[in-house]
């Protein structure tokens, strides 16, 4: 697992611009508590027990199936598929009064393998405000998995490109983190993998954009 941090690649006004949209300025609560995000390739199962920072939810935005023109999904072994998916990405909780901050100094690069079996840090116990936040924006910038053992449609796929139309993709998640003094928070991106796996074009190896965003799930745990 490797995970990596890098400057901006894409336009820096059009990310700030994608990210703040519809949010004004953060006023900090005092810096007493602490967030941590890690991203998971697929989380079939994420602990959302008790925690003391109060009321945590996941959300989930199921997305479309992916279905062929007679009505049936493609034929895939997803399932069995092994590999790893690489993203490029910023991260930053909302509070309730609309107020955004950034998680991590720069872009975050991270690959992880497809199916969940390890969990790979991009922010390390970062001071936030103790304040109530109230969505959790993701803005990707790149996405690419390495896959082994996927056929779609009986045609073997090994790499697997998402589509950015806007070489950016916004993906804006509900969630509920009322962050106590002293607390620590850890919010888990769960890319989901295995899912939009089965979306891919098997002539071309890409998968629809919109695909990947109504799949990615944020937990707060």
Known sequence: MLMTTRGLRWTPLVLLA??????????????TGEATVVVSGDADTLST??????SNRSFLTPGPSAATPGGSGPATS??????EIEVEFLAYLVNEAGGLLQLGDEEM??????RGRMEGDVVDRQPIPAVVYTEFRLIFTDIDAEVQ????????VEEIHVELEDLSLLVSRPI???VQPGARAELVVDLNSLAWLEAVDPMTGTVDETVFADLVNVVVR
């Open 109 to 114: 690069r991270i690959r992880v393998d497809l």
């Open 149 to 156: 053992g996927l056929v779609v449609n009986g045609v073997p």
């Open 49 to 54: 027990a008790a925690h003391p920072l109060g």
């Open 78 to 83: 997803a399932e069995e598929a092994e590999g």
């Open 18 to 31: 994608l990210a703040s949209a519809g949010c004004g300025n953060l006023t900090p609560g005092g810096f």
């Open 176 to 178: 509920l983190l009322d």
